[in-house]
């Protein structure tokens, strides 16, 4: 299956850390990406895994276990301008077909 | 980074009528763009992928005849919406994958609104 899971909407608060998970059911992953998107906007590159681990890119990472199917991104010291929607991006098999999740419109509250 | 072009930025037409929409590599060659659609508050929904030379491989549910796509250099690819009407209207945005960096990273380009009267 290709089902992405995250959840709709998080609220947090300005200068607090927050993780965003995605799971995911694809058979033939290549690679997983974040993206941010603002409203009215296109989404912009946050991150882009394909090994398990941790990768750490200033305020914002992303985390990869292939083999539970789980991907996290986590954003510290929150600023207002984190308000936008974060979407979980895997990449199946080498046609590289595009699967995106619904993304998860987070809330930063003052 | 990557720049990626989109024109135009928002275009108002009459029902009946076809729009053509430009993406641009500006930086860089893309021997593949993608074409997406959102609605609002919805996910992103691939349109088609577009390969430079070659036809563009369409998925389920959007149809050839009405979106054209024309992906004719390496830097350039277009979406033709033909014979428009109000449901056409949404949002459009291209991306292009590079080679660069991490092989798979795709760039946006900061999408066309279209509203079909």
């Known amino acids: 299956g290709q089902n992405i899971d995250q959840p709709t909407e998080m609220t947090a608060t300005e200068g607090a850390i927050v993780q965003i998970n995605c799971t995911y059911q694809?058979?033939?992953?290549?690679?997983l990406f974040w993206y941010q998107q603002h409203a009215g906007e296109a989404p912009t590159f946050l991150s882009y895994n394909v090994l398990d681990g941790l990768e750490e890119k200033g305020r914002f990472s992303s985390f990869l276990s292939r083999s539970k199917g789980y991907s996290y991104l986590l954003l510290k010291e929150l600023q207002m301008k984190d308000s936008a929607s974060y979407l979980c991006h895997p990449i199946m098999d080498s046609n590289y077909q595009l699967i995106w999740g619904a993304g998860t419109k987070l809330i930063i509250k003052p | 980074g990557a720049v990626v072009s989109q024109h135009p930025s928002r275009v108002i037409c009459k029902s009946g009528t076809s729009v053509k929409i430009e993406c641009r590599s500006l930086d860089f060659q893309a021997t593949t763009m993608f074409w997406y659609r959102q609605f609002p508050k919805k996910s992103l929904m691939l349109m088609a992928t577009s390969n430079e030379g070659s036809k563009a491989t369409y998925e389920q549910g959007v149809e050839k005849d009405k979106f054209l796509i024309n992906h004719a250099s390496l830097t350039l690819s277009t979406l033709t919406v033909t014979s428009a009407h109000p449901e056409d209207s949404s949002f459009y945005i291209c991306s292009a994958r590079t080679d660069r960096g991490a092989g798979n990273e795709q760039f946006f380009g900061p999408g066309t609104r279209l509203t079909v009267l």
């Open positions: 694809t058979s033939g992953f290549n690679g």
